[in-house]
């Protein structure tokens, strides 16, 4: 039995995927927090809290690197850790130093350390040759404004150190990308209470369907899980909307998009990590968007194992324990799976929903998530702000989506009546 070392964690469904994985594979774990109330604020109301499974539950400053490796070798020598693990992205370099501070199995913290940078992503990429946007590093206005005249318009304006597409945003014209870059700058520490850096990034404008390709990487070796599609709507952000395992694509172009998220986790130097690498199919070929080193969010882990057997956050645990994962493929009987995201168009108080009881009777529905009355809310500007979601299942290949989309198009919000259109 395994004693995982997780320092933080997200507050969404890999909050609870990642306990259970260790939990069933007969490990116990850690949790180490700088602020326990941010977790204990997005308690599941039905559910018991995925904390609950922790051995321990410890606080210390989790945003400060010397301080949090010399409390964690502190710890090791107490509590004996096998492997230190995190989900939330902006903890993933304090992980991969942490583990190599004990000597533990792990991911190089350069590697990781720039795959969470956007910026530090695109300079590994281009230097290697891995196709990605035309983009540009900005330090303030004056170069962003100059910048976005000799790449051109439409482009996509990022943070380097954000996540979630929390900011990222189309604009068509220097007014937009004046806009967008105000907003970025009042945002000058993210909700983790780490202060942010100013730098942006420009990339010209992908155009084409995007995909992301789950892999597991160990011993030098990059197997691909497979291809998801992905929906992206509420422009100009960047939301996604929903996605599907196996991902609708001819054999050929699924080599494509996952050979280039391939040859991108290897310009990066990263092995000993789950990813999850997004890409779009342009017609100049696949490029990358982004390389995340760490098992995908928004319930994804759950469309693939629905479908092939193989447990992403499982295999997460092995890695990060220095295990081989176990990635053979089963026969399930689903050969398609889809989750939809339902995102709210004004805002105001949630009342409820009308047309659950329809959505709960349609076929191959495995999951039905919706937030519950009294809650505050705002049109969608990121994956942060979803009412709920849909997730089935289909045994024909490509099928789910529609089933999806059909369980949301049912299901409509309800407002109290100051909040009411």
């Not at 507050?11 to 990642?18: A, D, K, T």
């Not at 439409?154 to 870059?181: F, S, T």
């Not at 089963?330 to 168009?345: C, K, M, N, Q, Y």
């Amino acid at each position: 039995m395994g004693h995982l070392l997780m320092i933080e964690s997200w507050v969404g469904s890999m909050s609870r995927l990642l306990p259970r994985a260790i939990g069933e594979a007969g490990h116990r774990f850690t949790f180490l927090t700088r602020d326990l109330h941010h977790y204990l604020r997005a308690a599941p109301p039905s559910a018991p809290h995925p904390l609950l499974a922790a051995g321990n539950v410890l606080t210390a400053d989790t945003n400060d690197l010397a301080a949090l490796a010399a409390y964690a070798e502190r710890l090791h020598e107490v509590l004996r850790f096998d492997g230190v693990i995190s989900s939330c992205d902006y903890y993933l370099p304090a992980v991969a130093h942490v583990a190599r501070r004990l000597g533990l199995p792990g991911a190089a913290p350069e590697a990781v350390t720039a795959a969470c940078r956007k910026d530090a992503t695109r300079r590994a990429l281009a230097e290697a040759g891995v196709p990605g946007p035309a983009h540009a590093v900005c330090r303030d206005w004056p170069e962003t404004a100059a910048a976005a005249a000799r790449l051109g318009y439409p482009l996509v304006i990022k943070p380097v150190d954000l996540c979630a597409g929390m900011y990222v945003r189309e604009v068509d014209g220097e007014r937009a990308l004046a806009e967008a870059y105000k907003a970025l700058g009042d945002f000058p520490v993210n909700a983790r209470g780490q202060r942010r850096d100013p730098a942006v990034l420009l990339e010209a404008l992908l155009v084409g369907p995007e995909f992301s390709v789950e892999t597991v990487s160990h011993d030098g070796a990059c197997h691909v899980v497979g291809v998801t599609d992905k929906s992206v709507g509420g422009a100009p952000a960047f939301i996604e909307t929903g996605h599907m395992f196996p991902a609708a694509l001819e054999p050929a172009d699924a080599r494509r998009v996952a050979d280039t998220a391939v040859a991108a986790l290897r310009a990066l130097g990263l092995d000993q990590v789950v990813a999850h690498t997004e890409i779009k199919l342009t017609a100049d070929g696949p490029r990358v968007i982004e390389v995340n080193p760490r098992p995908a969010g928004n319930r994804i882990t759950e469309l693939v194992r629905h479908v092939t057997g193989v447990d992403l956050p499982a295999a997460a645990v092995d890695v990060a324990l220095g295990r081989r994962p176990d990635l053979a493929p089963r026969d399930t009987g689903v050969h398609s799976a889809a989750i939809g995201f339902l995102l709210p168009e004004q805002a105001g108080e949630l009342a409820g929903f009308e047309g659950v009881e329809a959505a709960v009777a349609a076929p191959g529905l495995r999951e039905l998530d919706l937030a519950g009355p009294g809650r505050a809310v705002r049109p969608a500007a990121s994956n942060n702000d979803y009412l709920g979601h849909a997730l089935v299942t289909a045994e024909e290949t490509g099928v789910a989506r529609g089933r999806a989309e059909a369980v949301l198009a049912g299901l409509r919000p309800r407002y109290a009546v100051d909040g009411a259109a």
